[in-house]
């Protein structure tokens, strides 16, 4: 082989070996961060970041708790209302809302849904249909308000998940509502209201109370209205119209009963008023009589015979003093009497005076 064609395999060669060795390259970091100072502070730039984007923090507000879950385990001990730090990817925070919400039950115009206050704290539901004791459908509108316990928070969470209202409370209503009303028919619901309202409070407590845990705590209960079916309604009216048509009549009845019975106590109260007072004057006249005969009696015992002559002198004297004045006077003398009777005449016809004794 020429040597020129040698000299050019070689080189071949070498550059073949050449080709399969492969070198990285080398890096070198950016000029700003050499030095311990730059990357001191390349290292707090990539934490910062790294907080922005993985927020690592959470605030729980009044009202709330915390529920920190690691690696999708929760822990029963909520995170009371501050500022907590997490893991990020490993642990995850919820919070739960404790205050106390509303459910609303009325008619409104979309039935197969619910509304909810901006807060979410109240909540809407189509009014609950029942059937009454006869199986007549009536809607039935209250209100609930309840509130989470928020040392049940994390079993709540990991046993009904975030929509456990619409799986504890809604159900239970609406189950009570039904097995209480339904014992009534409906023309006795509007008179036992408050006795249904107290026994439907009671039920739900009671329902309650049985839950593993007690999760929700009760705060009140308010029915609001019970819709009867318009034939019910017009029923109970004219039920209603012919009570107060008969009370109506009861009450003249006993009016006229009472006017009568006080004309009679009247009538009676005047005639015991006559009755009293004619005794009254009769026992007077009694009285009088009794004391007329007593003074006769006393006048006809004081009467002597010395006291006649007396009187008859007196009487004499009188019929001198008489003549004196009138020698023209005319006397009667009534004979068997005492005392005679006395008449003078002036010029016959004058005037005439009378006295008896």
């Known amino acids: 082989m020429p040597a020129d064609l040698n000299g050019w395999m070689n080189n071949k060669n070498d550059n073949s070996k050449n080709e399969n060795k492969f070198e990285p390259p080398k890096f070198e970091p950016p000029k700003f961060i050499q030095g311990s100072s730059g990357l001191g502070i390349f290292i707090v730039a990539v934490l910062i970041v790294a907080g922005l984007i993985f927020r690592p923090w959470v605030i729980i507000n009044s009202g709330e708790v915390g529920i920190l879950a690691t690696t999708g385990k929760y822990e029963q001990k909520p995170l009371l209302p501050g500022l907590h730090f997490f893991v990020p990817v490993i642990q995850k925070v919820y919070v739960i809302d404790t205050k106390v919400h509303m459910i609303n039950y009325k008619r409104i115009n979309n039935e197969a849904g619910s509304m909810a206050d901006r807060y979410g704290t109240i909540k809407v539901y189509p009014a609950i249909n029942v059937l009454d004791a006869r199986g007549l459908p009536i809607l039935v509108e209250l209100s609930v308000s309840y509130r989470l316990d928020p040392n049940q928070a994390a079993y709540t969470l990991e046993t009904y998940g975030k929509n456990w209202e619409d799986k504890i409370i809604n159900p239970m209503v609406r189950d009570v509502v039904r097995n209480v009303i339904g014992k009534y028919p409906a023309e006795e ?71 009568a019975e006080r004309k009679a106590a009247i009538a009676t109260g005047n005639a015991q008023a006559r009755e009293i007072e004619a005794k009254g004057k009769a026992q007077a006249m009694i009285i009088e009589s ?49 005392v005679p009777n006395i008449w003078m005449n002036i010029d016959d016809n004058k005037k005439a005076l009378s006295t008896n004794r």
Not at 221 to 246: C, G, M, Y
Not at 295 to 324: M, P
């Open 290 to 338: 009794k004391a007329q005969a007593s003074a006769n009696k006393i006048i006809s015992e004081s009467l002597t015979l010395k006291l006649l002559k007396l009187k008859a002198l007196e009487v004499q004297g009188r019929f001198n003093d008489a003549l004196k004045v009138n020698k023209d006077a005319k006397i009667f003398l009534t004979p068997g009497g005492a």
């Open 189 to 259: 619901l509007p008179v036992k209201r408050n006795e249904i309202a107290t026994l439907i409070e009671a039920k739900m407590r009671e329902q309650l109370a049985k839950l593993p845990h007690k999760p929700v705590v009760f705060e009140s209960f308010q029915l609001r209205d019970i819709i009867l079916p318009q034939n019910i309604k017009t029923q109970i009216e004219r039920v209603q119209i012919a009570k107060q048509e008969s009370e109506r009549a009861k009450y003249e009845v006993l009016r006229a009963k009472q006017e």
